[in-house]
């Protein structure tokens, strides 16, 4: 089982980014997939949720008409799609799965973690 998101770089203010969570091994099917970043001196802080079930999605308040979270058609990878980017947005951003919703978007408990990607909103 592996997570692994890519996608991060360095872009200016107001620009747009798309990251990738990829499974290698198994399917996303059934899982809750979350993205979660964390600044530097920062906790780790929730950003988004979709459920693969039904498609269902969630976004904190700091990306909500910003950020929009997809999956693909063949349940292997999710996508963030991070518009309007601020300085705020800085922060390494990971993916983590679980087949609870509640414990991994509003916990934080992920069953499977992938490794971060950083993302840098500078000018």
């Known amino acids: 089982v592996q997570l692994q998101a890519s996608g991060g770089g360095s872009v200016q203010p107001g620009g747009s980014l798309r990251l990738s969570c990829a499974s290698s091994g198994f399917s996303l099917d059934y899982y809750v997939i979350g993205w979660f970043r964390q600044a530097p001196g920062k906790e780790r802080e929730w950003v988004s949720c979709i459920d693969s079930r039904d498609g269902s999605t969630y976004y904190a308040n700091s990306g909500k008409g910003r950020f929009t979270v997809s999956i693909n058609d063949a349940k292997n990878t999710v996508y963030l799609q991070m518009n309007s980017l601020k300085s705020g947005d800085t922060a390494v951003y990971s993916c983590?799965?679980?087949?609870?919703?509640?414990?991994?978007?509003?916990?934080?408990?992920?069953?499977?973690w992938g490794q971060g990607t950083q993302v840098t909103v500078s000018s």
């Open positions: 983590g799965i679980n087949t609870d919703g509640a414990d991994l978007c509003d916990r934080g408990f992920g069953r499977y």
